[in-house]
Nanobody
Framework: QVQLVESGGGLVQAGGSLRLSCAAS????????MAWFRQAPGKEREFVAG????????YHEDSVKGRFTIGGDSAKNMVYLQMNSLKPEDTSVYYC??????????????????WGQGTQVTVSS
């Protein structure tokens, strides 16, 4: 079993920054992918960014490229999402997820095995 705990959400004005963190605990594993998703009220959950710890390849969804950066420390099973130049449309609950089967970065949520509880990010205009 794997547990994921997010932190760092909050309220920020448009143009501001936030840094989300996600810590994984439980079974140890290698060759895995960690990702961030988000879900706004009334909308489907969507992929934001992912990192493959095998080669540290990262992928960001188009709407956040140049503003958000995923990174972390695989030895500590920790991933972060640095969010800059935030916009009101970034307002969502942000979820950390992990694919322990190491299939590469997949943008569909069905590929991920474990999820955090989510952290609210609200961007005011």
């Amino acid at each position: 079993q794997v547990q994921l705990v997010e932190s760092g959400g909050g309220l920020v004005q448009a143009g501001g920054s936030l840094r989300l963190s996600c810590a994984a605990s439980g079974n140890t594993f290698s060759n895995y992918v960690m990702a961030w998703f988000r879900q706004a009220p009334g909308k489907e959950r969507e992929f934001v960014a992912g990192i493959n710890w095998i080669d540290r390849f990262t992928y960001h969804e188009d709407s956040v490229k140049g503003r958000f950066t995923i990174g972390g420390d695989s030895a500590k099973n920790m991933v972060y999402l640095q969010m800059n130049s935030l916009k009101p449309e970034d307002t969502s609950v942000y979820y950390c997820a992990i694919d322990v089967r190491g299939r590469g970065i997949v943008t569909h949520d069905y590929a991920y095995d474990y999820w955090g509880q989510g952290t609210q990010v609200t961007v005011s205009s």
